[in-house]
Nanobody, 126 residues
Framework: VQLQASGGGLVQPGGSLRVSCTVSGFRLDSTGIGWFRQAPGKEREGVASIAGSDGITVYADSVKGRFTISRDNAKNTFFLEMNSLKPDDTADYYC????????????????????WGQGTLVTVSS
């Protein structure tokens, strides 16, 4: 099982970016998916998730209305669309999968998720 995150980069404040996570080794179809992030010197935090069984989404208060999580099961890939980016959004972003198809809303605790991708760095700076 592998999760490959991509799409990070440098973006100006107010800009947009989409990060992707391509999964290999199993089908995403009914799994829970999510994104975490960790900024330098800060604790890791859950950003967004979609429950596998019912599609209920959860967003951290800090990103509500700006970030959107989505999935393309046919491509075994999921995404985090980030708009109105702020310097505080600068972090390594990690994609995660929950394989027991739990009902939503999914917890934002790290222990909920069974597989993790490597981080993709998003830097918001002018």
């Amino acid at each position: 099982v592998q999760l490959q995150a991509s799409g990070g980069g440098l973006v100006q404040p107010g800009g947009s970016l989409r990060v992707s996570c391509t999964v290999s080794g199993f089908r995403l179809d009914s799994t829970g998916i999510g994104w975490f992030r960790q900024a330098p010197g800060k604790e890791r935090e859950g950003v967004a998730s979609i429950a596998g069984s019912d599609g209920i989404t959860v967003y951290a208060d800090s990103v509500k209305g700006r970030f959107t999580i989505s999935r393309d099961n046919a491509k075994n890939t999921f995404f985090l669309e980030m708009n109105s980016l702020k310097p505080d959004d600068t972090a390594d972003y990690y994609c995660v999968v929950e394989i027991r198809s739990r009902m939503g809303p999914l917890s934002m605790r790290s222990s909920t998720y069974h597989y993790w991708g490597q981080g993709t760095l998003v830097t918001v700076s002018s």
